[in-house]
């Protein structure tokens, strides 16, 4: 039987949904290898361990809490050597990080720090005997990777959102550690976090996305993808880069290639042509939808259902309709 | 200051791939290559930094085969005072075996700063800049997309999923470059000429042991093909049915 850990993601105070992706892997890789106990490590302000009883549900045996009035942000430092620490001294199988901006920059540094290797941006895994086998989206989603891990033990990023939080109650007792190295001593601070919009859904989160594309002709024209996002409900707002590099979106509303690369359950696009850059970041899209002028757009190749014609006719047309929907819904 | 800019060379993702009868690999056949995405951003700010806080060096460094001198003398062409090419046959996919080579290579440098592309747009991992700040324990900020420096020390912003943190970090430090931080330069026709007579060396690669290997290549399954299912907005109410009934999406 072996031990996993899962490293519990926090944002101003509170666990992050990715948190809970990494603990529900770690839970699935316990379970699969006999039912060992899973632990979480959860750093932040005086007052974050109210949040490790939450971390049981989705099946925490242990969760170990780092509070210190120094982290109130993300300390890259301080994490990096609490988090590998903990895991030189458990003899854990596997870790379990997410791909998220936070753990992107955090995973590899603890695998440094262990001399272990890492495989990122996860979509599956399987913990064998002798390896953990992982499957990785590269080369802009064209090509699917299948990583063996020989090392032990395993680190893994996990891409967020493709593993759905279980309920699977466990007792999540709590034990408490001290930062590795003092706050206060970091070389690299985090010295502000701003909070762009606190009502707007992230790309990454959403399971419908709304992109706009040249086709719009104008920034303010962004205002219908916009109502047709607000029509859905639970819709964010995407963009090409040709219409982040003009500035009618910020350039973070970019997908693509060296944008977002995001996989909703619906994905609609508005006035994109279809250039490779951008499938590259959206063509695992469950559902795609395009509305275009013209006919012979690439974006139609790979659109489930596409509709040719004026967008300025049919997108309104579509929130009206969405409206009623959704109403009913 | 002393700069040095790790650039990977990578496949054009413009291509259509198919997979080597190893199946571990991509089949070269025909295969052309460029400089990474966002090691063109990084070159690009490492330029105007050493323009900006000049006098300055700054060093193109790229690991793999002879092949990658190509994009090593695209660094000199876009302004970059020498170039270093870390030998191999074969660029391991081990984000770790890659950052002890460069490791090796930078810990001696005197850089004031190592900057790297936030990942490599084929292999998509994402990891070696971290790795290699890691490995020489020096301060890392990744992914930024503004850079600030002043008297020895700098201030990033990194974008953060629905928000950004500002970042402060002492010299000399390692940085992961993002996108839309700024936009590549193309080289002169005068950088071409020049960059034939900058120096660039070539010695072996130090690689760390790897431990994690490509097992299997497979391209994904094709999309199915797509369908126009009408024209204009009287379309609307067809569109809706089917993601109802159809694709079950809303």
């Known amino acids: 039987m072996s031990t996993f850990l899962a490293f519990a993601e926090t944002r101003a105070g509170g666990l992050r949904k990715v948190a809970f992706e990494a603990v529900t892997a770690a839970r699935q890789a316990a379970d699969s290898t006999g039912g060992g106990e899973v632990h979480a490590v959860l750093l932040g302000a005086p007052g974050m361990a109210q949040h490790a009883r939450a971390l049981g549900r989705n099946g925490a045996d242990l969760v170990y809490v780092v509070e210190h009035s120094g982290l109130e942000r993300y300390n890259p430092e301080v994490y990096a050597a609490t988090v590998s620490e903990r895991i030189r001294s458990g003899q854990y199988r596997a870790a379990f990080f997410t791909a998220s901006a936070e753990g992107r920059d955090l995973a590899p540094r603890v695998a440094a720090r262990l001399r272990v290797s890492i495989a990122s941006d996860v979509t599956e895994f399987e913990v064998q005997n002798d390896a953990v086998i992982a499957q990785h989206p590269g080369y802009t989603g064209k090509v699917n990777v299948t990583l063996k891990l020989t090392g032990s033990p395993a680190l893994i990023s996990l891409r967020p959102g493709f593993v759905t939080p279980a309920e699977q109650p466990r007792g999540a007792r709590v034990e408490t550690l001290e930062p590795a190295i003092d706050p206060a001593a970091a070389r690299v601070k985090v010295t502000e976090l701003t909070q762009r919009s606190t009502t707007k859904l992230d790309l990454g989160e959403a399971s419908i996305i709304v992109s706009g594309g040249r086709g719009l002709r104008a920034a303010e024209n962004f205002k219908l993808v916009e109502d047709l996002a607000a029509a859905i409900g639970n819709a964010a707002v995407g963009a090409t880069r040709a219409v982040t590099d003009d500035g009618w979106r910020p350039a973070t509303d970019q997908i693509g290639q060296t944008g977002r690369l995001v996989s909703p359950d619906l994905y609609i696009a508005v006035g994109i042509s279809g250039a490779i850059q951008h499938l590259a970041g959206m063509r695992t899209a469950k559902t795609i939808v395009a509305i275009n002028k013209d006919k012979d757009a690439p974006i139609f190749k790979i659109a489930d259902y596409g509709i040719v014609g004026d967008l300025f006719e049919i997108v309104p047309r579509l929130t009206d309709e969405m409206k009623k929907v959704r109403s009913h819904g | ?250």
């Open chain 2, 1 to 250: 200051m002393k700069i040095a800019v790790c650039i990977k060379r990578v496949p054009d993702m413009e291509m259509r791939f198919s997979i080597a009868t190893d199946r571990t690999s991509l089949d070269q056949t025909g295969m052309k290559y460029e400089m990474g995405d966002f090691d063109g951003y990084a070159l690009e700010v490492g330029l105007q930094l050493a323009e900006k806080h000049g006098p300055g060096e700054v060093v193109v460094v790229s690991l793999g085969p002879d092949g990658v001198q190509e994009i090593l003398r695209k660094g000199l062409a876009m302004g970059a005072t020498r170039a270093v090419q870390l030998k191999v046959d074969h660029v391991p996919f081990d984000g770790l075996a890659i950052a002890s080579a460069l490791a090796e290579e930078l810990r001696s440098g005197g850089y004031d700063l190592i900057l790297f592309g936030r990942m490599a747009t084929d292999t998509a991992n994402g990891t070696v800049g971290a790795m290699t700040a890691e490995l020489l324990d020096l301060p890392c900020v990744t992914g930024i997309s503004q850079l600030e420096l002043a008297d020895g020390s700098g201030t990033a912003r990194r974008d953060l999923e629905g928000a950004s943190e500002s970042v402060e970090f002492p010299l000399p430090a390692v940085l992961t470059i993002d996108e839309g931080i700024a936009r590549p330069r193309l080289a002169s026709l005068k950088g071409i000429m020049a960059a034939k007579k900058k120096p660039l060396e070539t010695r072996p690669a130090q690689l760390g042991p790897a431990s994690l290997i490509v097992q299997r290549m497979e391209l994904p399954a094709d999309r199915p093909p797509g369908r126009i299912i009408g024209e204009g907005a009287d379309a609307v109410p067809e569109l809706l049915r089917l993601l109802q009934t159809e694709a079950k999406v809303l």
